[in-house]
């Protein structure tokens, strides 16, 4: 397994974790339960924990990838821009969501830290939703702005030109 595969398995979770963590605590919020919004904590403060190895391998998954036809450099270095604070965000929420859980432990969550949680997770979640969407501008230029791709030879191809 490349570094490059290591990376696109990790990254999921983290995104997939602050999402879910984030609309649980919402759940949890509205709903005033306390063992959803303890499910909820725990989620982000699983998302904080794998978000480290997600970012730690981008940099080898970049070596892997760099070189290969239709990966755009430019998606690269924005998408690397963007992961450090996305990184931190998600880190933050998830020690901010252990402190809740550790502090009141045998204890009902109280709305206040509930509510200051969630806005944390809202912030991160954009933040990550952000950086995944600039990572999966590197190697699919569906998605991306500047259409142009290298297509396995010299000739550049629009995809627009494919449209219908």
Request: proline share 3%; net charge negative; glycine share 12%.
């Amino acid at each position: 397994m490349s570094a490059a595969h290591l990376h696109l398995i990790l990254n999921h979770a983290p995104l997939f974790g602050v999402l879910f963590g984030t609309l649980g605590l919402a759940w949890a919020f509205a709903r005033q339960s306390d063992g959803i919004a303890r499910a909820s904590l725990a989620l982000l403060v699983l998302a904080g924990l794998l978000v480290v190895p997600t970012y730690l391998t981008g940099e080898e998954a970049e070596e892997v990838v760099e070189e290969r036809v239709g990966v755009s450099e430019v998606a690269i270095e924005a998408h690397e821009d963007a992961a450090l604070g996305g990184a931190i965000a998600v880190g933050v929420l998830g020690l901010a969501a252990l402190v809740v859980l550790v502090g009141f432990r045998g204890r009902s969550v109280p709305r206040g830290p509930t509510a200051t949680i969630l806005v944390l997770a809202l912030a991160a979640a954009a933040w990550i939703g952000y950086v995944a969407n600039l990572g999966g501008q590197i190697s699919h230029p569906e998605i991306r702005s500047d259409t142009t791709v290298q297509a396995g030879g010299d000739r550049d191809y629009d995809i627009s030109d494919y449209d219908d």
